[in-house]
């Protein structure tokens, strides 16, 4: 729950939309125009959130966001990508109002994304994303904060976080194929999912502990002779075939 008396809280009162069509591809990510040595900023990671979930019928606009937000954002196209920024110093002189501050710290940065394809890349630093319930193809992910799956079926996930002191959490799933560059996600844990294969790749060593049926099979894809891929199998009767 926001903190309402932050001054660097985002008031939540009133919901609008930006209609995303015909963009496959959505980048979120923040801009200042000002020196970016007058002051530092950061989120509040369980007080702001890119939520991903189904589209329904009933959804006339596919991105819905806080309407006191919306006067700071900003729209780009490039072919079939579209970049939506938050203008920081905006943002900063309108909540803020405070010259001296060193530091302005946000709440209540919310973002709801209804879509029946996921392909976004949150470059918002130490925002959380979370994808719930979705049916779909493909989930690809790239974050700068913890990404959560939780409850989806698809035929590939695909997750990346660009901090390794981020989490990814995969849970109660059904994934066909699951894509993992191990190089780029070090803290991660699945939960209670049906996975067919998962794909693993990296250019290190590795250990990874696997219980039965997660998953049914593993290719490992080394991108280099010196990555190494240790695995753990606890206590069950395993077929490990080399190609």
């Not at 203008?87 to 530091?103: F, G, S």
């Not at 879509?115 to 992910?141: F, G, H, Y």
């Amino acid at each position: 729950k926001p903190y309402r008396d932050d001054p660097g809280n985002i008031p939540q009162d009133n919901i609008t939309g930006i209609t995303l069509k015909p963009h496959r591809v959505i980048v979120l990510d923040t801009e200042r125009t000002g020196n970016t040595n007058d002051y530092t900023y950061g989120f509040g990671n369980d007080q702001c959130g890119l939520f991903l979930n189904p589209k329904t019928t009933d959804k006339e606009s596919d991105l819905l966001i806080p309407e006191a937000l919306n006067r700071f954002i900003s729209t780009q196209t490039d072919n079939d990508t579209l970049t939506i920024k938050i203008k920081i110093d905006e943002l900063r002189n309108h909540y803020i109002k405070d010259d001296i501050k060193k530091h302005a710290f946000f709440t209540g940065i919310n973002l709801y994304l209804y879509t029946s394809d996921v392909n976004v890349i949150n470059k918002i630093n130490n925002i959380q994303t979370k994808i719930n319930n979705m049916e779909t193809d493909s989930i690809k992910i790239d974050a700068y904060g913890d990404i959560f799956i939780d409850s989806c079926k698809a035929v590939a996930i695909e997750p990346v976080l660009e901090n390794n002191y981020h989490r990814l959490t995969v849970r109660n799933c059904t994934i066909k194929s699951f894509h993992l560059d191990m190089d780029r996600i070090q803290n991660w844990n699945i939960e209670n999912c049906n996975i067919e294969e998962e794909n693993l790749t990296g250019s290190k060593k590795h250990s990874i502990t696997k219980q039965r049926k997660e998953p049914r099979k593993i290719n490992w894809l080394p991108k280099n002779n010196e990555a190494r891929l240790n695995v753990t199998i606890q206590g069950d009767t395993a077929q490990i075939i080399f190609q």
